[in-house]
């Protein structure tokens, strides 16, 4: 690895990498951004664990909030967000693949879908879920103005949702820009191949996270009535 | 015996790290301002936690102030009630000038827990000297540590935007419902500081982040685990809770802020929240992160003792494993803050949990004691710092104990007792050790040499000011006198009066610290690479560090406390004398 | 008290004064008391073991040119397992003797006379067994007044504490014990006072302004006494009329005139003054028709429950007015008080203020 040829402009991104002089060898380097990417991922899981523990609690205090509050949600939206979300993790999990492999071409295929599938979740949450309910007066706290609260405490579950989801879905637009840049500079340089894929394998990382996340919310938000 | 290069081993000399660019001042600016130098981050970090330590504690001094006499309302000569006692005049009523008494103990707990010894030790001393004692050319990941340091000045401002809005008056602990409903005229600056604080959580994490990963992947050639200075144990430790828990104030500090603008009813028991749980979530943070700010203390005493006493310390396992220990139990004691707001269970579970936290800093103490058995101990101000601490820190500590008796807790809690209690912890052990620690590195930061004497008179300033300060409040809390109090009852007036004064004497004290340090930059003596003798890898670089710390990867042959069997780098052998060496075979123990 | 393990000293020793002011004002708290002496005299044992030696050490070991420190054990596993364990045990011992006294103070004998402390901002309001709230108040140190509590001496007595608007917690220094007093929720203690006297109260949950004006008396009184005076306040306040039960919410644990004013000058909230029966325009528009009594007390219970339901035009939505857990009783005493502050009701309000005295 450490026989770069760093001159040649025709070589791809990837193999043009030279690694930070502060590191030994190249894999030191890539196993030190995988272990420091871990360890975020580890924070942003302890972010959601006080959402789930916010949820645990408030469920326990008022169940029959949450089971009114939850016959407003459409499984069958959640159910097709679940899927999508599912797919995207194939994919993004497959244009890694691909770069350990070198096959570009299906590389950027893969991650397109994975971006798209991103925008579409984004897309279906705003259109099918959070604009029809906000406009409804379904909103948290004092801003919950529906007349037909189904508990006097269902603007709480609202809070407990629209929080859960809202940060969430601000998770899918953040890994969603990860991945774009990926895709900009996979087809600018050419930057990911067999020996150096760490940007990429860390935006997958974070991709499937934001999936793990949803599929513990998609049962806890819609499926408890 | 030892293969470790020095910087005198070979010709070629580069500069130092602080060798200002060509180009003049604007260059300079530039390449301080876009710097990936753990050096030169550390020493910004310095200059930052310092000021803001100086404003956090002018707000303690004013809060001194205020509490030099109670407030009445008497008669003046003409038959007028008028209100006496009230130092802060900021308002137009009496009650009015209470909410500037609590802006101003707000802004000293906000400021001094936030912006000063959360990143206190870690962002500075820990960043300068973390990759120099590993043997590397710097953390992990330069750019973050960059980004990291922006993150930071982006949470001091918010911090202080919101001050200057005529600041927030909840305390430090943002309780609700008080600062989701209730707090003065706040609606923004309330949003401010804990916008300011959640900001701060990310320099926070992304710092530990960076020395995990350092300390697992960048230790020069030859360094074990084992074979790590007691400050890169501390380091660690301080790191993992940093991970760990700070995600858990972000998001209660995020609950707290939709709260205070959409009323979302989570934490506000008007609209059925339950104000205890915003204590649980803030205390899972709040309490690991006590350790964050009294590990990297109990890291620099450790490199302080071992140093000037010239021995290596007692029981090094020990300390490292009580480090991690620390970092465990201390996830587990959070509910120790809730005695007299949680049920019987819950109170017996924490208060045995938080005896289990005691054991293994009372272990550290021991050892650190034992350390300066038969060794050689110089009598300069670092080492006259390592002493302030270990005598503030065991009155801190064992004032621990009758706050985790729950029979004596339900008296003491929230009185002046635990104020005492938590400034002989938080002041006598981390601020002390991070003054002594500066003093320490000054001249492997600067390369100057400060005054010896003036450092001693302001350590001697420092110690007796503090302990008129807060000893006298351990019987003012006993007594009777409850925190955040701006007016108290006559019978505290005396207690109060000294406490006064001890504070202007430890204001003082860290006066003649500053003017020392100043003057040390303006016109102190150069100083060597080695001044004290020390072994750990630092002190292989030059004073101050060249651009990339070594000349070349150093490979380590020793250990870093062998004071025993190494004679220290760059120094004269006749200063450091050895004892006679062990019979071949023999081991030590 | 047979179950705590300790002898109880009646007189306070010289430590005891100087750390507390004096013996404890019950048999618990002279427990507690015991309990911290014992934590005291633990803490300057180790202290004094290590500071001595840490400097005896520092002398002996000074640093002396050209010779060295000598070799000595860089562990002992036999000594720290020592310095591990027995001090351990000893921590044990203070969890043990410690959680003894905390249960037994925290729960009450069965038998306990139960008194209601209501916790607002910044005041301490006691209602009795017979549903007196006095809202007596003693002048101290010649500047504030601070409201009386009175308890028997030698009966158990039990607070059942509740909070209006934010985080309180009731301390008795005296009696070496408090608990956090929070809105929505029910927390209690009890106590037992030994002798006849005055014991400060002092709210020690940061909560506000006047956080350190939120004192109050307890003050233990003989058991007849206790009672001749909580007979006497039922005569007194038994009798009042709705309007002035009204006033005594509005001014006493509402403490709704702080925004409301009740002269007509300007406030955080709409003025009460004159205002009962006056057409108000609303911020959406709609209108509160005059003299219409229903759509009046509507108007009126509304706001106190849902304080952004229907915002005055003019003041801030949504409204800063906190939420109360006001009784429909308690709301309809609202209502009549903030009635009889109008002038064109000011007639029937003013005959029943003095019935009071009739009745006596």
């Given at each position: 690895?450490?026989?770069?040829?760093?001159?040649?402009?025709?070589?791809?991104?990837?193999?043009?990498?030279?690694?930070?002089?502060?590191?030994?060898?190249?894999?030191?380097?890539?196993?030190?951004?995988?272990?420091?990417?871990?360890?975020?991922?580890?924070?942003?899981?302890?972010?959601?664990?006080?959402?789930?523990?916010?949820?645990?609690?408030?469920?326990?205090?008022?169940?029959?909030?949450?089971?009114?509050?939850?016959?407003?949600?459409?499984?069958?939206?959640?159910?097709?967000?679940?899927?999508?979300?599912?797919?995207?993790?194939?994919?993004?999990?497959?244009?890694?693949?691909?770069?350990?492999?070198?096959?570009?071409?299906?590389?950027?295929?893969?991650?397109?879908?994975?971006?798209?599938?991103?925008?579409?979740?984004?897309?279906?949450?705003?259109?099918?879920?959070?604009?029809?309910?906000?406009?409804?007066?379904?909103?948290?706290?004092?801003?919950?103005?529906?007349?037909?609260?189904?508990?006097?405490?269902?603007?709480?579950?609202?809070?407990?949702?629209?929080?859960?989801?809202?940060?969430?879905?601000?998770?899918?637009?953040?890994?969603?820009?990860?991945?774009?840049?990926?895709?900009?500079?996979?087809?600018?340089?050419?930057?990911?191949?067999?020996?150096?894929?760490?940007?990429?394998?860390?935006?997958?990382?974070?991709?499937?996270?934001?999936?793990?996340?949803?599929?513990?919310?998609?049962?806890?938000?819609?499926?408890?009535? | 015996?030892?293969?470790?290069?020095?910087?005198?081993?070979?010709?070629?000399?580069?500069?130092?790290?602080?060798?200002?660019?060509?180009?003049?001042?604007?260059?300079?600016?530039?390449?301080?301002?876009?710097?990936?130098?753990?050096?030169?981050?550390?020493?910004?970090?310095?200059?930052?936690?310092?000021?803001?330590?100086?404003?956090?504690?002018?707000?303690?001094?004013?809060?001194?102030?205020?509490?030099?006499e109670p407030t009445r309302v008497v008669l003046n000569e003409a038959g007028e009630a008028v209100t006496t006692g009230q130092?802060?005049?900021?308002?137009?009523?009496p009650a009015?000038n209470y909410?500037?008494?609590?802006?101003?103990?707000?802004?000293?707990?906000?400021?001094?827990?936030?912006?000063?010894?959360?990143?206190?030790?870690?962002?500075?001393?820990?960043?300068?000297?973390?990759?120099?004692?590993?043997?590397?050319?710097?953390?992990?990941?330069?750019?973050?540590?960059?980004?990291?340091?922006?993150?930071?000045?982006?949470?001091?401002?918010?911090?202080?935007?919101?001050?200057?809005?005529?600041?927030?008056?909840?305390?430090?602990?943002?309780?609700?419902?008080?600062?989701?409903?209730?707090?003065?005229?706040?609606?923004?600056?309330?949003?401010?500081?804990?916008?300011?604080?959640?900001?701060?959580?990310?320099?926070?994490?992304?710092?530990?982040?960076?020395?995990?990963?350092?300390?697992?992947?960048?230790?020069?050639?030859?360094?074990?685990?084992?074979?790590?200075?007691?400050?890169?144990?501390?380091?660690?430790?301080?790191?993992?809770?940093?991970?760990?828990?700070?995600?858990?104030?972000?998001?209660?500090?995020?609950?707290?802020?939709?709260?205070?603008?959409?009323?979302?009813?989570?934490?506000?028991?008007?609209?059925?929240?339950?104000?205890?749980?915003?204590?649980?979530?803030?205390?899972?943070?709040?309490?690991?992160?006590?350790?964050?700010?009294?590990?990297?203390?109990?890291?620099?005493?450790?490199?302080?003792?071992?140093?000037?006493?010239?021995?290596?310390?007692?029981?090094?396992?020990?300390?490292?494993?009580?480090?991690?220990?620390?970092?465990?139990?201390?996830?587990?004691?959070?509910?120790?803050?809730?005695?007299?707001?949680?049920?019987?269970?819950?109170?017996?579970?924490?208060?045995?949990?938080?005896?289990?936290?005691?054991?293994?800093?009372?272990?550290?103490?021991?050892?650190?004691?034992?350390?300066?058995?038969?060794?050689?101990?110089?009598?300069?101000?670092?080492?006259?710092?390592?002493?302030?601490?270990?005598?503030?820190?065991?009155?801190?500590?064992?004032?621990?104990?009758?706050?985790?008796?729950?029979?004596?807790?339900?008296?003491?809690?929230?009185?002046?007792?635990?104020?005492?209690?938590?400034?002989?912890?938080?002041?006598?052990?981390?601020?002390?050790?991070?003054?002594?620690?500066?003093?320490?590195?000054?001249?492997?930061?600067?390369?100057?040499?400060?005054?010896?004497?003036?450092?001693?008179?302001?350590?001697?300033?420092?110690?007796?000011?503090?302990?008129?300060?807060?000893?006298?409040?351990?019987?003012?809390?006993?007594?009777?006198?409850?925190?955040?109090y701006a007016s108290y009852i006559d019978e505290f007036q005396?207690?109060?009066?000294?406490?006064?004064?001890?504070?202007?004497?430890?204001?003082?004290?860290?006066?003649?610290?500053?003017?020392?340090?100043?003057?040390?930059?303006?016109?102190?003596?150069?100083?060597?690479?080695?001044?004290?003798?020390?072994?750990?890898?630092?002190?292989?670089?030059?004073?101050?560090?060249?651009?990339?710390?070594?000349?070349?990867?150093?490979?380590?042959?020793?250990?870093?406390?062998?004071?025993?069997?190494?004679?220290?780098?760059?120094?004269?052998?006749?200063?450091?004398?050895?004892?006679?060496?062990?019979?071949?075979?023999?081991?030590?123990? | 008290?047979?179950?705590?393990?300790?002898?109880?000293?009646?007189?306070?020793?010289?430590?005891?004064?100087?750390?507390?002011?004096?013996?404890?004002?019950?048999?618990?708290?002279?427990?507690?008391?015991?309990?911290?002496?014992?934590?005291?005299?633990?803490?300057?044992?180790?202290?004094?073991?290590?500071?001595?030696?840490?400097?005896?050490?520092?002398?002996?070991?000074?640093?002396?040119?050209?010779?060295?420190?000598?070799?000595?054990?860089?562990?002992?596993?036999?000594?720290?397992?020592?310095?591990?364990?027995?001090?351990?045990?000893?921590?044990?011992?203070?969890?043990?003797?410690?959680?003894?006294?905390?249960?037994?103070?925290?729960?009450?004998?069965?038998?306990?006379?139960?008194?209601?402390?209501?916790?607002?901002?910044w005041?301490?309001?006691?209602?009795?067994?017979?549903?007196?709230?006095?809202?007596e108040k003693v002048e101290i140190g010649g500047n504030t007044s601070a409201p009386v509590?009175?308890?028997?001496?030698?009966?158990?007595?039990?607070?059942?504490?509740?909070?209006?608007?934010?985080?309180?917690?009731?301390?008795?220094?005296?009696?070496?014990?408090?608990?956090?007093?929070?809105?929505?929720?029910?927390?209690?203690?009890?106590?037992?006072?030994?002798?006849?006297?005055d014991?400060w109260?002092f709210?020690?949950?940061?909560?506000?302004?006047r956080?350190s004006e939120m004192s109050a008396i307890?003050?233990?009184?003989?058991?007849?006494?206790?009672?001749?005076?909580?007979?006497?306040?039922?005569?007194?306040?038994?009798?009042?009329?709705?309007?002035?039960?009204?006033?005594?919410?509005?001014?006493?644990?509402?403490?709704?005139?702080?925004?409301?004013?009740?002269?007509?000058?300007?406030?955080?909230?709409?003025?009460?003054?004159?205002?009962?029966?006056?057409?108000?325009?609303?911020?959406?528009?709609?209108?509160?028709?005059?003299?219409?009594?229903?759509?009046?007390?509507?108007?009126?219970?509304?706001?106190?429950?849902?304080?952004?339901?229907?915002?005055?035009?003019?003041?801030?939505?949504?409204?800063?007015?906190?939420?109360?857990?006001?009784?429909?009783?308690?709301?309809?005493?609202?209502?009549?008080?903030?009635?009889?502050?109008?002038?064109?009701?000011?007639?029937?309000?003013?005959?029943?203020?003095?019935?009071?005295?009739?009745?006596?």
């Amino acid at each position: 690895m450490t026989t770069i040829d760093t001159h040649s402009k025709r070589q791809p991104g990837w193999k043009r990498y030279a690694f930070a002089n502060h590191f030994r060898n190249a894999e030191d380097e890539f196993d030190a951004c995988k272990l420091g990417f871990w360890l975020f991922l580890a924070t942003e899981i302890l972010l959601f664990a006080g959402l789930f523990c916010a949820y645990a609690m408030y469920r326990v205090k008022f169940p029959e909030a949450f089971a009114a509050g939850s016959h407003h949600l459409d499984i069958r939206w959640g159910g097709l967000n679940t899927l999508v979300l599912l797919v995207s993790s194939f994919t993004v999990a497959m244009s890694i693949r691909c770069a350990q492999l070198d096959n570009q071409k299906w590389l950027r295929i893969n991650l397109v879908i994975t971006i798209l599938c991103a925008f579409m979740f984004f897309f279906i949450k705003l259109t099918f879920e959070y604009i029809p309910k906000w406009s409804h007066g379904i909103r948290p706290g004092v801003l919950y103005s529906n007349p037909f609260a189904g508990h006097p405490q269902e603007p709480v579950w609202w809070s407990v949702y629209y929080g859960a989801t809202g940060i969430h879905a601000l998770h899918v637009l953040i890994g969603a820009s990860l991945l774009l840049w990926c895709l900009y500079r996979s087809l600018r340089y050419k930057a990911y191949g067999p020996t150096h894929y760490t940007m990429l394998e860390n935006s997958g990382l974070y991709w499937h996270l934001v999936d793990v996340i949803w599929i513990f919310l998609f049962p806890l938000l819609y499926l408890i009535h | 015996m030892t293969t470790i290069p020095t910087p005198h081993d070979h010709g070629h000399h580069e500069g130092s790290y602080l060798t200002p660019p060509k180009g003049g001042f604007f260059a300079a600016v530039i390449q301080w301002a876009t710097t990936v130098d753990h050096k030169k981050l550390g020493v910004m970090y310095t200059v930052a936690v310092l000021s803001l330590f100086m404003v956090g504690g002018l707000a303690a001094l004013l809060v001194r102030v205020e509490l030099w006499e109670p407030t009445r309302v008497v008669l003046n000569e003409a038959g007028e009630a008028v209100t006496t006692g009230q130092f802060f005049q900021l308002g137009k009523t009496p009650a009015e000038n209470y909410t500037w008494y609590n802006r101003f103990f707000t802004i000293h707990g906000a400021i001094m827990v936030f912006l000063v010894i959360v990143p206190g030790v870690p962002a500075t001393l820990g960043n300068f000297l973390l990759p120099l004692m590993l043997g590397a050319k710097d953390v992990a990941f330069p750019r973050l540590n960059l980004l990291s340091w922006y993150i930071y000045c982006t949470g001091a401002l918010f911090a202080i935007l919101s001050l200057i809005n005529t600041g927030v008056d909840t305390g430090w602990t943002f309780y609700a419902p008080y600062s989701s409903s209730h707090a003065a005229n706040t609606y923004n600056n309330v949003v401010l500081m804990t916008t300011a604080a959640f900001i701060l959580g990310f320099s926070s994490i992304l710092t530990g982040l960076n020395f995990i990963v350092t300390i697992h992947k960048l230790r020069c050639p030859g360094m074990g685990w084992f074979d790590m200075p007691l400050f890169v144990w501390a380091m660690y430790a301080t790191s993992i809770i940093q991970v760990l828990a700070t995600p858990v104030i972000g998001i209660t500090l995020l609950l707290l802020i939709f709260e205070r603008i959409f009323h979302v009813g989570i934490f506000d028991p008007a609209m059925g929240g339950d104000p205890v749980l915003f204590q649980h979530f803030f205390w899972f943070y709040s309490h690991p992160v006590v350790y964050v700010m009294i590990l990297p203390g109990m890291g620099i005493a450790s490199e302080m003792i071992a140093v000037h006493a010239r021995k290596p310390i007692f029981g090094y396992r020990a300390i490292a494993f009580a480090s991690l220990g620390i970092a465990g139990v201390g996830f587990l004691v959070w509910g120790h803050h809730m005695f007299t707001a949680m049920g019987e269970l819950a109170s017996t579970i924490f208060s045995a949990l938080t005896f289990f936290v005691a054991i293994p800093t009372a272990v550290k103490v021991f050892n650190w004691i034992a350390t300066l058995y038969k060794g050689s101990i110089a009598f300069n101000t670092p080492m006259l710092y390592a002493l302030t601490f270990l005598f503030l820190f065991s009155i801190g500590g064992l004032t621990g104990l009758p706050l985790a008796t729950l029979a004596t807790d339900m008296h003491l809690h929230d009185s002046y007792f635990v104020v005492a209690h938590f400034h002989y912890v938080m002041m006598g052990g981390t601020i002390i050790a991070f003054i002594g620690g500066l003093h320490h590195w000054w001249p492997k930061i600067t390369g100057k040499m400060y005054t010896e004497w003036v450092g001693m008179t302001g350590c001697i300033m420092v110690f007796i000011g503090f302990n008129v300060t807060f000893f006298t409040q351990f019987f003012l809390g006993t007594q009777g006198m409850p925190r955040r109090y701006a007016s108290y009852i006559d019978e505290f007036q005396t207690l109060h009066q000294i406490s006064t004064v001890g504070s202007m004497i430890l204001g003082a004290g860290m006066f003649v610290q500053l003017g020392n340090f100043l003057h040390s930059i303006v016109a102190g003596k150069k100083a060597p690479p080695n001044p004290w003798g020390g072994l750990s890898l630092e002190w292989y670089a030059d004073s101050p560090p060249s651009e990339h710390n070594f000349h070349h990867e150093p490979i380590l042959t020793h250990g870093p406390y062998d004071y025993e069997d190494v004679y220290p780098p760059h120094c004269d052998p006749a200063d450091f004398p050895l004892p006679e060496p062990l019979p071949a075979g023999a081991k030590h123990h | 008290m047979n179950s705590l393990p300790l002898t109880l000293a009646q007189d306070a020793g010289l430590l005891e004064k100087l750390f507390f002011g004096g013996a404890g004002a019950s048999p618990l708290a002279h427990y507690t008391d015991q309990v911290f002496l014992w934590i005291l005299y633990f803490c300057i044992f180790w202290f004094v073991l290590l500071m001595g030696l840490m400097f005896y050490w520092v002398v002996k070991y000074r640093r002396r040119p050209g010779v060295p420190p000598q070799r000595s054990a860089h562990h002992n596993t036999r000594l720290e397992l020592v310095w591990t364990i027995v001090p351990s045990v000893f921590l044990g011992a203070m969890f043990y003797f410690g959680f003894q006294g905390y249960i037994t103070k925290l729960v009450s004998p069965t038998n306990a006379e139960v008194i209601d402390i209501t916790g607002q901002k910044w005041d301490w309001v006691a209602t009795y067994k017979n549903g007196v709230n006095p809202q007596e108040k003693v002048e101290i140190g010649g500047n504030t007044s601070a409201p009386v509590i009175i308890v028997p001496v030698g009966r158990p007595v039990q607070f059942r504490m509740t909070s209006i608007d934010v985080l309180h917690s009731f301390w008795i220094p005296d009696f070496r014990f408090k608990f956090d007093v929070m809105p929505n929720r029910y927390t209690s203690f009890w106590i037992e006072a030994e002798e006849p006297g005055d014991h400060w109260i002092f709210c020690a949950e940061y909560c506000g302004d006047r956080h350190s004006e939120m004192s109050a008396i307890l003050r233990a009184v003989p058991a007849d006494e206790y009672d001749a005076t909580l007979a006497r306040w039922w005569n007194e306040t038994g009798a009042l009329t709705p309007a002035q039960r009204g006033q005594r919410i509005a001014t006493g644990m509402g403490g709704c005139i702080a925004c409301h004013s009740i002269n007509g000058s300007p406030g955080v909230g709409p003025t009460w003054k004159d205002a009962w029966g006056v057409e108000v325009a609303l911020a959406d528009g709609t209108k509160i028709p005059a003299d219409d009594e229903a759509a009046w007390m509507n108007y009126v219970i509304e706001s106190i429950r849902k304080p952004s339901a229907q915002i005055h035009a003019g003041f801030p939505s949504p409204s800063p007015m906190p939420l109360y857990n006001f009784t429909d009783e308690e709301l309809g005493y609202l209502a009549a008080y903030i009635k009889s502050l109008s002038s064109k009701y000011a007639a029937p309000a003013e005959t029943p203020a003095e019935t009071p005295a009739e009745q006596n």
